[in-house]
């Protein structure tokens, strides 16, 4: 009977051994905020690994999700863009796989990428990269009118726009969230316009198609005028809300035209509203009739910090 009480208090004794050299070990905690190159290790239990590798992943994830090196879109002609080289991760809808795929040469996306329904004018599309086809190194393009979601896709992320205008024509191509790719577009006016009103009106041609990622913007517009007295305003209107105007004064006796007079209006836009934002510039006479852009070319520019 001692012996085996003995022996009772002997494996008691050797239980709290081990329970207190397991309370010594370090425990390691893994954490989706740091990648870890040496993880996982041989020393690690079988049963850690999915954790380790996991985490490990779930922190590449958040750094390699967004890649977009190149890929910019930029116009090819009146009826079609342009994807130019690059690389880019494209996740599924709901952001839990995310496929990498190359373009080694300019890839044009003509109206046969549509998504769905045929051409529609004066109306505003999306250029989407597409990742549906497993293991294929290149991605595929479709335009859509839809500014979240292409139809009939399922790998896709958004990677430009344009605006088809009244015409049938592509105009203001633009790139979508992506510094430090340029994400700005112009619009240019060459023929002379007059005004004889006091009251705001859209000056010709001086309208962008603009899709804003939130980011602040910078509007510039340049133009010449010739005036036969008092001056003129000018300001811009962001998304149906009017900026404060600009204002060139000149006072000339008669009613001829007289002196050009160069003017260059910018408005800074802190915080713009993401998505869809159509710009322009509006101008109004002061009293009397005014000439525009007799010298020189007026341009309206969009551009996104």
């Known amino acids: 009977m001692k012996r085996f009480e003995r022996l009772e208090r002997f494996k008691r004794f050797e ?4 329970l207190i050299a397991l309370l010594l070990i370090p425990l390691n905690v893994y954490s989706a905020d740091v990648w870890t190159p040496t993880n996982p290790q041989g020393s690690d239990s079988a049963s850690s690994l999915d954790t380790i590798i996991q985490a490990n992943n779930e922190a590449l994830e958040r750094l390699n999700h967004s890649t977009r090196n190149g890929m910019t879109v930029i116009e090819k002609d009146a009826a079609s863009v342009y994807a130019m080289p690059g690389q880019i991760a494209i996740g599924n809808s709901a952001g839990t796989v995310y496929r990498f795929r190359e373009i080694t040469s300019a890839t044009a996306v003509p109206w046969t990428s549509l998504d769905t329904g045929s051409e529609a004018t004066s109306t505003q599309y999306y250029v989407y990269a597409v990742a549906d086809t497993a ?4 991605c595929t393009f479709v335009m859509s009118e839809h500014a979240t979601t292409p139809t009939g896709t399922t790998y896709y992320r958004k990677i430009g726009y344009f605006y088809n205008n009244s015409s049938g024509n592509v105009i203001n191509v633009g790139n979508i969230d992506v510094n430090p790719i340029s994400n ?8 002379d316009v007059a ?4 009251t705001y009106t859209l000056l010709d041609d001086m ?5 804003s990622n939130g980011r602040p913007l910078l509007v510039m517009f340049e133009g010449s005028f010739q005036l036969t007295q008092n001056g003129v305003k000018v300001r811009c209107d962001i998304g149906g809300t009017d900026k404060s105007p600009d204002y060139i004064y000149h006072s000339e006796a008669g009613g001829s035209y007289v002196a050009t007079h160069d003017m260059t209006y910018v408005w800074y836009e802190d915080s713009p509203t993401a998505g869809p934002l159509t710009v322009t510039v509006d101008w109004s006479g002061v009293g009397t009739q005014m000439a525009g852009t007799n010298d020189t070319d007026r341009k309206l520019v969009v551009w996104e910090l």
């Open 207 to 211: 309208t962008v198609y603009f899709v």
């Open 184 to 191: 700005s577009v112009d619009a240019i006016g060459t023929s």
């Open 15 to 18: 239980r709290l051994l081990l």
């Open 135 to 138: 293991d294929s190194a290149a």
């Open 195 to 198: 005004i004889s009103t006091g």
